[in-house]
């Protein structure tokens, strides 16, 4: 157990920065969250942080067009969009 304690408390995390989280949308009862940039907007926010710092993590779900042209996909939905809701329903891959 001992060293355990020792790698959980000298590992690390690479995460993105988001925008705090809007209240709750009436209809779907989801928050919604904002990618946050640095550098006017070239560069998106990150950093590396304490991995026992890290609470739990929690499923994004991009906010999609009204129209989908069949580009966006699971492999390419993070980078492609800008918004996502906090998902309280897990990943759907499970």
């Not at 590992?11 to 779907?28: D, G, I, N």
């Not at 928050?31 to 929690?58: F, M, N, Q, T």
Request: charged residues 15%; glycine residues 6%; aromatic residues 16%.
């Amino acid at each position: 157990m001992h060293a355990n304690k020792e790698i959980y408390e000298t590992t690390f995390a690479f995460v993105y920065w988001f925008l705090h989280p809007s209240p709750q949308s009436p209809t779907l009862k989801l928050h919604e969250i904002v990618k946050e940039y640095w550098d006017g907007g070239h560069c998106w926010a990150c950093g590396i942080v304490l991995l026992r710092s890290i609470i739990y993590p929690c499923t994004l779900v991009p906010v999609l067009p009204g129209f989908l042209d069949g580009s966006i996909n699971q492999h390419n939905a993070f980078s492609q969009h800008e918004q996502f809701f906090i998902s309280p329903y897990g990943s759907q891959a499970e």
